[in-house]
C-alpha cells in the first residue's frame, strides 16, 4: 500500500506511474475523500473540544448553585452529532481504503516501460540448449509413454487442470521439491512449513486481494483462501511485528502446492502441465532494510537461478514490463527455460522487490539502531515451480529410446540415474 502522503504530494507521478502500468486508478477522486476525512476528523475534534468545554462549565455551574438543564441540552444534542460524525468517518475511512487497496505500487525506475511483454528485456541466458538430434517427443507423450501423469483420472477427481503425478513422476515431482528445499536452505535460507489456508487479511496484506480474487480458490464458510503461493502465508509470517535492525535479512524457503483458478486460460497454454489449477513451488522470501533491497533482489536472482544451474537446464534472465509486473511489485526479473519440444520459454519462477508495499499492508516494520521505526521492504522469489520446470525437464533430458535422463544432483533422491 502507497502511504497516502505519498499521495497527497506526488498525484501527478503517481498517475503517470499508474498508466505506465497500462492500469486505472482515480486518484483525485482519492485526494477528494481523503480532504474530506481530513475535515471531518478537524470536525469532530471541535465539537469534541466544545464538549469538554460544555462539561468543565456544567461542572462550575453546579457548584455556584445555578442550574445548568439548558446548556445540559445542548449536550445531549452536542453528543449525537458527534456520534453521527463518528459514524461518518468511519464510513469514510473505509470507502478511502477500498480506494487505496485497488492502488498498484510505483515500478522503479529501471523497469523498462512497455504495457505487454514485447516490452520486457532479456538480460542473460544461461546454458545452450540440448543436442538432441532425433524426433523429440513433448512432456505430455512423454509423460504417457513412461506413465508419469494421469489427466484422464485425475479430471475423474478434480476436474481438469489438477494433475495426478503416478509412479516414476509422483517420485521425480518429490525429489525436485526436496532438492531445491535442501539446495536453498545450504544457501541461508530458514525452511518453514506453512498452512496451506491463508486468511483473507493475508491475501490483501502481500497484494493478492482485492485484486486478484477471481482467480482465488476460497473457503467461503470459513472465510479462507488455498494459498496461490507461499509468498502468503510466509510474508505474513512477521505481520504485525516489529523486527530489530540485526534479525535482518530474514531469508525464508518454503514448499507448498499453489492454487490459481487462471480464469481466461485457452488453447495451447493449457496444455498438460503448462498451465495448471494445482502446482508445487518452492518459494524464497526475504525481509530486508530498505538501503539494501535491490542487492538483496540481485542475490535472490541468483539463488533461484543457481537451482536451474544445478539442474543443467538452460534458461534465460528477463525483465519485466510496467504492464508485466504484479500488482504489488516495483521490480520484476522472470526465469525462463527452454523447452525443446515445445520450442519456447516457460516461466518458472518470478524475482521481485516490493519495497514497503506489502509490509506496510502487513505492518511489519524494524526499529533502526538509533531507535527510529521504518518498514522493511519484503521480495520473494520461486525457486522453482515444478509444474513447467517438469516440462522442461522431461523434454531436455529424453533420448531417443524414449527413457528420461536424470541430472546428476537429483540422483540422491531418485535412487536412478534414467527414468525407464
Not at 98 to 123: C, K, Q, R, T
Not at 143 to 149: D, F, K, R, V
Not at 177 to 201: D, K, Q, W
Not at 386 to 411: D, K, N
Amino acid at each position: 500500500m502507497l502511504p497516502l502522503k505519498y499521495i497527497r504530494e506526488h498525484p501527478d507521478q503517481l498517475k503517470a506511474a499508474v498508466t505506465r502500468r497500462g492500469e486505472t486508478v482515480d486518484v483525485d477522486r482519492i485526494l477528494s475523500l481523503d480532504e474530506k476525512v481530513r475535515q471531518t476528523i478537524r470536525d469532530v475534534e471541535e465539537l469534541k473540544a466544545r464538549k469538554n468545554r460544555s462539561s468543565e462549565t456544567i461542572s462550575e455551574m453546579k457548584k455556584g448553585g445555578q442550574n445548568p438543564d439548558d446548556l445540559m441540552e445542548e449536550m445531549k444534542t452536542l453528543s449525537e452529532t458527534i456520534r453521527e460524525r463518528d459514524i461518518r468517518l468511519s464510513e469514510q475511512k473505509e470507502m478511502l481504503n477500498e480506494l487505496l487497496m485497488w492502488v498498484p505500487n510505483i515500478p522503479h525506475e529501471s523497469v523498462p516501460v512497455g504495457n505487454d511483454e514485447s516490452a520486457n528485456v532479456e538480460l542473460r541466458k544461461w546454458g545452450d540448449p540440448p543436442e538432441l538430434d532425433f524426433d523429440l517427443l513433448d512432456h505430455l507423450e512423454l509423460a504417457n509413454l513412461l506413465s508419469l501423469l494421469d489427466f484422464e483420472r485425475s479430471a475423474k477427481i478434480s476436474g481438469s487442470g489438477f494433475p495426478l503425478y503416478t509412479g516414476k513422476g509422483a517420485m521425480l515431482e518429490r525429489a525436485l521439491i526436496n532438492f531445491m528445499l535442501e539446495h536453498n536452505t545450504g544457501r541461508g535460507y530458514v525452511e518453514v512449513a506453512p498452512p496451506f489456508l491463508s486468511l483473507r487479511s493475508a491475501n490483501e496484506a502481500t497484494g493478492q486481494l482485492p485484486k486478484m480474487e477471481e482467480d482465488m480458490y476460497a473457503v467461503e464458510q470459513d472465510q479462507l483462501f488455498l494459498v496461490p503461493t507461499a509468498e502468503v502465508p510466509v510474508t505474513n509470517i512477521h505481520r504485525g511485528e516489529i523486527l530489530t535492525e540485526d534479525d535482518l535479512p530474514v531469508r525464508y524457503v518454503s514448499y507448498t502446492p499453489c492454487f490459481r483458478r487462471e480464469a481466461g486460460s485457452y488453447g495451447r497454454e493449457t496444455r498438460g502441465l503448462i498451465r495448471v489449477h494445482q502446482f508445487n513451488k518452492v518459494e524464497l522470501v526475504k525481509l530486508v532494510a530498505p538501503e539494501t533491497s535491490y542487492d538483496e533482489l540481485e542475490s535472490l536472482t541468483q539463488d533461484a537461478e543457481s537451482v536451474l544451474q544445478a539442474l543443467g537446464l538452460h534458461y534465460r534472465v528477463v525483465a519485466l514490463a510496467t504492464g508485466e509486473i504484479s500488482f504489488a511489485a516495483s521490480k520484476c526479473y522472470d526465469l525462463e527455460v527452454w523447452a525443446p519440444a515445445e520450442k519456447r520459454w516457460l516461466e518458472v519462477s518470478s524475482c521481485s522487490n516490493f519495497e514497503s508495499f506489502q509490509a506496510r499492508r502487513a505492518n511489519i516494520r524494524y526499529r533502526r539502531a538509533d531507535g527510529k521505526l521504518d518498514f522493511v521492504h519484503t521480495l520473494n522469489g520461486s525457486a522453482v515451480a515444478t509444474a513447467r520446470l517438469m516440462v522442461a525437464l522431461l523434454e531436455s533430458y529424453q533420448t531417443e529410446e524414449g527413457t528420461i535422463m536424470v541430472p546428476e544432483v537429483l540422483h540422491p533422491y531418485t535412487g536412478t540415474a534414467v527414468l525407464k
